[in-house]
């Protein structure tokens, strides 16, 4: 019963039509695409927690094609972890959920200066 309350919680957490992606142009590989929503945004201190879209062209093992994730960003140390992934099968995680994981990742790690989520949390640690 948690479980399902939890799923239903982060599913109307993410609703279609409530989040303004933004799409990041540099750091993304042939056939992904990245977006996040800047209005979601959430500031403690030095950390930002923030949704970002990860859209793929084809299918990727598993069936899904789109990962809606919530990524906590220590803007200090330039670190990153991740809270929350739910996958869809279409490339607009508008269609049915094929997956879900929440488990808050204790362990930080680097991310690549040019990647998007460098990008994003250029624009997100800024605020």
């Known amino acids: 019963m948690k479980k399902i309350f939890l799923l239903v919680f982060l599913m109307s957490a993410v609703a279609p039509g409530q ?3 933004v799409r990041v142009v540099a750091g993304t590989k042939q056939g992904e695409n990245h ?3 800047p209005e979601s945004t959430e500031k403690n201190g030095h950390f930002r927690k923030v ?3 990860s859209s ?3 299918k990727q093992p598993g069936g899904y094609q789109s990962v809606k994730s919530l990524y906590e960003l ?3 140390e330039g670190k990153v972890r ?4 739910l996958l869809y099968s279409d490339p607009k995680a508008a269609a049915n959920m094929v997956g879900a994981q929440h488990d808050k990742s204790k ?3 680097g991310y690549a200066t ?3 989520l460098d990008h994003i949390a250029k624009t997100v640690c800024e605020k």
Do not use: I, R
């Open 74 to 76: 220590d803007c200090k």
């Open 51 to 53: 949704w970002v879209l």
């Open 35 to 37: 977006y996040f929503d």
């Open 82 to 85: 991740s809270y929350t992934m």
């Open 107 to 109: 362990d930080w790690s």
């Open 19 to 21: 989040a303004e992606w």
């Open 114 to 116: 040019n990647s998007f």
């Open 56 to 58: 793929y062209d084809q």
